[in-house]
Antibody, heavy 123, light 111 residues
């Protein structure tokens, strides 16, 4: 069965960086793009971007360009999302999500999600 | 700030039908398919409807989706207590920097 297991909660100071991991199992990791979505406390969902695990190609939402880096390690079927120059408004739960469509960035129909990683930014 | 607008709340009694609207533009809903997600408190979102009106395996047929022009709707018929959750529409947006946009979200309360 498909599973996405994320790393644990993090507490960071403003200006620091955080790197969240998402370990995939139960399917061919390189066959499906991985997307990242975040949700601030009490707020809605916000798409951050995707990574093509096969090529390493990425596409980031303009809001995060310059601060976000998505990478992957195919040897351990793990995707990473690193966010730098953290601010208090980056406090959120960060999710990895896999589209149900293989081979391209997908239709946005995320049928598998990680459990979420809470990142708290506080001085 | 989301480009897909939903009503902040909706409610109904058990057994009633509830409809949630999602208003967008020609660059998102008008030219791409719409997906709907259900999010129970403290959990990750769950795909409820994809490609405007398709239900993933395991989603009850009480949930249905539709799209017309630059708007979409989610209907819940035969409302049940376990349907109390947040609901989000979503679609790709063909703007300069292609991105995926979620709706503002609707909290459904079962009275």
């Amino acid at each position: 069965q498909v599973q996405l297991v994320q790393s644990g909660a993090e507490v960071k100071k403003p200006g620091a960086s955080v790197k969240v991991s998402c370990k995939a199992s139960g399917y061919t990791f390189t066959g499906y793009y991985m997307h990242w979505v975040r949700q601030a406390p009490g707020q809605g969902l916000e798409w951050m971007g995707w990574i093509n695990p096969n090529s390493g190609g990425t596409n980031y939402a303009q809001k995060f360009q310059g601060r976000v880096t998505m990478t992957r390690d195919t040897s351990i079927s793990t995707a990473y999302m690193e966010l730098s120059r953290l601010r208090s408004d980056d406090t959120a739960v960060y999710y990895c999500a896999r589209d149900q469509d293989p081979g391209y960035y997908g239709s946005g129909s995320y049928n598998f999600w990680g459990q979420g990683t809470l990142v708290t930014v506080s001085s | 700030q989301s480009v897909l607008t939903q009503p902040p709340s909706a409610s109904g009694t058990p057994g009633q039908r509830v409809t949630i609207s999602c208003s967008g533009s020609s660059s998102n809903i008008g030219s791409n398919t719409v997906n709907w997600y259900q999010q129970l408190p403290g959990t990750a979102p769950k795909l409820l409807i994809y490609s405007n009106n398709q239900r993933p395996s395991g989603v009850p047929d009480r949930f249905s989706g539709s799209k017309s022009g630059t708007s979409a709707s989610l209907a819940i018929s035969g409302l049940q207590s376990e349907d109390e959750a947040d609901y989000y529409c979503a679609a790709w947006d063909d703007s300069l920097n292609a991105l995926y946009v979620f709706g503002t979200g609707t909290k459904v309360t079962v009275l």
